[in-house]
């Protein structure tokens, strides 16, 4: 059964860059034909997609979200990362790494970490 794990700080300066990083276990990043994501969720709002990395390294961003979004993995450690430039408090969410089939469909996700984004 695949795991998510994301990592990273819990409190960004603003104008500064929000980095998260999702450690994937009990399947790997590079298999045929799954995606993975970035979703945030800013309190008492819904969930929000960001983008994503498939399993052949493509990049996928959310329109709204492109020109700050940055989506990495890394195959020897099983391991994908979101860089969000320049953020501001409205950048303050819950951060979830999440597995989504060809479909679309999310089948995996990490149990999300609180990124406040404050001065």
């Known amino acids: 059964q695949v795991q998510l794990q994301e990592s990273g700080p819990g409190l960004v300066k603003p104008s500064q860059t929000l980095s998260l990083t999702c450690t994937v276990s009990?399947?790997?990043?590079?298999?045929?034909?799954?995606?993975w994501s970035w979703i945030r969720q800013p309190p008492g709002k819904g969930l929000e997609w960001m983008g994503a990395?498939?399993?052949?390294?493509?990049?996928y961003y959310s329109p709204s979200l492109k020109s700050r979004t940055s989506i990495s993995r890394d195959t020897s450690k099983n391991q994908f990362t979101l860089q969000l430039s320049s953020v501001t408090p409205e950048d303050t969410a819950v951060y979830y790494c999440?597995?989504?089939?060809?479909?679309?469909?999310?089948?995996?996700y990490g149990q999300g970490t609180l990124v406040t984004v404050s001065s």
């Open positions: 990395i498939a399993y052949s390294g493509s990049t």
């Open positions: 999440a597995r989504q089939t060809g479909l679309g469909a999310l089948d995996a």
């Open positions: 009990g399947g790997s990043i590079t298999t045929n034909y799954y995606y």
